[in-house]
């Protein structure tokens, strides 16, 4: 079956810490699609990134970075020297090409809430 | 211009109210979506337009329904909900390369918050 899991509900943190942020991932398709999205509490869901199931490359994009590790089906999500405007809800979500997989029908995560004190 | 705007952005309503939301995007997007989000939950999808004919209803009652009068525009008339109906309903675009584009990147708007009395 197919499933995201982001075991941290909540996660808080100082100002300049590097957190990580979890996540798990089930899929019987061999062609799928993750993707992190951040949800600030203006309410709109922000795209951060896509990866498709044949792309292993680790991405860093400023603060950001991805590990993408298909031997244990995680994308986890690591900011650097985290800052108060990180604070937000991070949903981690799944699309599969074959099973299900249409336009926007991603199997998201529960999302994890990161808190950034400063 | 990469926004979706959606209005209004609260809306409280009795249960026999009728009212509409509405969702907005000029990138050119073929792809437009509703989407349900209750407090501390992930969004969950109720429905999908691609150019701008209805391809994917998932299972939502019809006291909710859907209005795709052009690419840009996107409509959702409330009519007869619940109480359990209350929560944030946002919208989405994306480029829509046709159904099945399941790597597409989506565009959200904030949403509309909705309180049924």
């Known amino acids: 079956a197919q499933k995201v899991t982001q075991a941290q509900t909540e996660i808080s943190v100082v100002e300049k810490e590097d957190v990580t942020l979890d996540c798990v991932y089930e899929t019987r398709d061999t062609t799928y699609y993750l993707f992190w999205y951040k949800q600030p509490p203006s309410g709109e869901l922000v795209f951060l990134i896509r990866?498709?199931?044949?792309?292993?490359q680790n991405e860093i994009s400023g603060r950001y970075s991805w590990n993408f590790q298909k031997s244990t089906s995680s994308f986890n999500f690591t900011i650097t020297a985290s800052q108060v405007v990180d604070s937000a809800v991070y949903f981690c979500a799944l699309s599969e090409r074959n099973y299900g997989g249409s336009q926007g029908n991603l199997i998201f995560g529960k999302g994890t809430k990161l808190s950034v004190k400063p | 211009d990469t926004e979706v705007t959606q209005t209004p952005k609260h809306l409280v309503m009795g249960m026999t109210n009728k009212k509409s939301l509405k969702c907005e995007q000029h990138m050119g997007h073929r792809a437009m979506y509703w989407y349900k989000q209750k407090a501390k939950k992930p969004p969950e999808l109720m429905f999908v337009?691609?150019?701008?004919?209805?391809?994917i209803n998932e299972s939502v009652p019809s006291r909710f329904s859907p209005e795709c009068p052009n690419s840009s525009l996107l409509n959702l008339h409330l009519h007869a909900l619940q109480p359990e109906d209350s929560a944030l309903y946002l919208c989405?675009?994306?480029?829509?390369?046709?159904?099945?584009?399941?790597?597409?990147?989506?565009?959200f708007g904030s949403g509309t918050q909705l309180s049924v009395l």
């Open positions: 990866r498709n199931s044949f792309d292993e």
């Open positions: 989405a675009s994306s480029q829509g390369t046709g159904v099945g584009a399941a790597n597409e990147k989506l565009f």
């Open positions: 337009y691609s150019y701008e004919k209805l391809s």
